[in-house]
């Protein structure tokens, strides 16, 4: 399978009206915020993108990580409950 068609297939989203008028293709700038949440840098995505032949800044893709950030809802956080119960419950098995 082409580098191009399984892009296609892995990254064919729906995310037009986030980025507006953007002079990279959509599944370029997706590929990139993915790398970008899997733990790359900047300097490295622009290193991948380099070798595949699309030539873009770290600010940019700094841009299209946070452009996308702002649009999507926030993830749900964590409530710690306290749970309270007796001495003679404590040690019961």
Not at 20 to 33: C, H, Q, S, Y
Not at 53 to 77: C, F, K, Y
Not at 79 to 84: A, E, G, P, Q, Y
């Amino acid at each position: 399978m082409k580098l191009a068609d399984l892009l296609r297939e892995t990254l064919n989203v729906d995310c037009d009206e986030v980025w507006g008028n953007e002079r990279t293709p959509t599944p370029v700038r997706v590929f990139g915020v993915r790398l970008h949440s899997m733990g790359l840098s900047l300097r490295e995505i622009v290193a991948v993108l380099n070798w595949l032949g699309v030539d873009r800044s770290h600010g940019a893709i700094w841009n299209w990580t946070h452009m996308l950030s702002e649009t999507q809802a926030d993830p749900p956080t964590f409530t710690r409950v306290k749970l309270s119960y007796s001495t003679s419950e404590r040690f019961a098995f």
